[in-house]
């Protein structure tokens, strides 16, 4: 893999090898500085912390037990 990368031309490493990239399209969320990536987890992992748990739902339509 690594043969690969170095014949690739620097304009392709330029253009492509950045996440911005991929952010461009919506394939990515975000970008964050990696410095950041803590604060972003942990602001992840505390969002559910509220939330309560429904209860199971009646389907409007599908195969009701006979």
């Known amino acids: 893999m690594r043969a690969l ?3 690739l ?3 392709y490493k330029a ?3 950045h996440p ?8 990515i969320d975000d970008v964050i500085d ?6 972003k ?3 992840a992992l505390e969002m559910p912390r ?10 409007k339509h ?3 037990p006979r």
């Open 41 to 43: 987890l942990a602001d």
């Open 50 to 59: 509220g939330k309560k748990r429904g209860g199971a739902r009646i389907k």
């Open 34 to 39: 990696p410095g950041g990536t803590r604060v």
């Open 9 to 11: 031309p620097a304009e």
């Open 20 to 27: 911005f990239h991929a952010a461009e399209p919506g394939l």
């Open 62 to 64: 599908g195969n009701p």
């Open 15 to 17: 253009e492509f090898t």
């Open 5 to 7: 990368c170095e014949r």
